[in-house]
């Protein structure tokens, strides 16, 4: 099974330019389908009685990555930068996520 049609024929560089593109696709849609679900997590917390103030201030970087993770997505071009910034940011807040939670709660 040949992953790309006529990839035989291609020299070696082309083809992990293909296998490139298709990473960079598939990591820009997973930042992007992650931030709507975690938006739609936060938001089902915070209706269930969590801290509305701190859930929505850790929701608005995830706000910024589906705004511009959609107009990637509609333009059929994806960006590393979007997928580094995501990944930085996304593994940020997931890890501190209670301390800052605990910190804008009590801050606010």
């Known amino acids: ?23 960079r696709q598939i990591f820009c849609k997973v930042i992007f389908f992650y931030s709507i679900f975690y938006i739609i997590m936060k938001l ?38 979007y997928i580094i910034t995501g990944a930085i940011v996304v593994g940020a807040i997931r890890y501190f996520e209670k301390d800052l939670m605990l910190f804008l709660h009590y801050q606010l």
């Open 1 to 23: 099974m040949k992953r790309f049609p006529g990839a035989e024929n291609l020299p070696k560089i082309m083809t992990s330019k293909l296998l490139a593109e298709n990473y």
């Open 44 to 81: 089902l917390a915070m209706m269930q009685g969590a801290w509305l103030d701190a859930n929505l201030i850790l929701c608005l970087p995830y706000v910024g990555f589906i705004i511009w993770g959609g107009f990637l997505l509609k333009r059929k071009k994806y960006s590393w930068i």
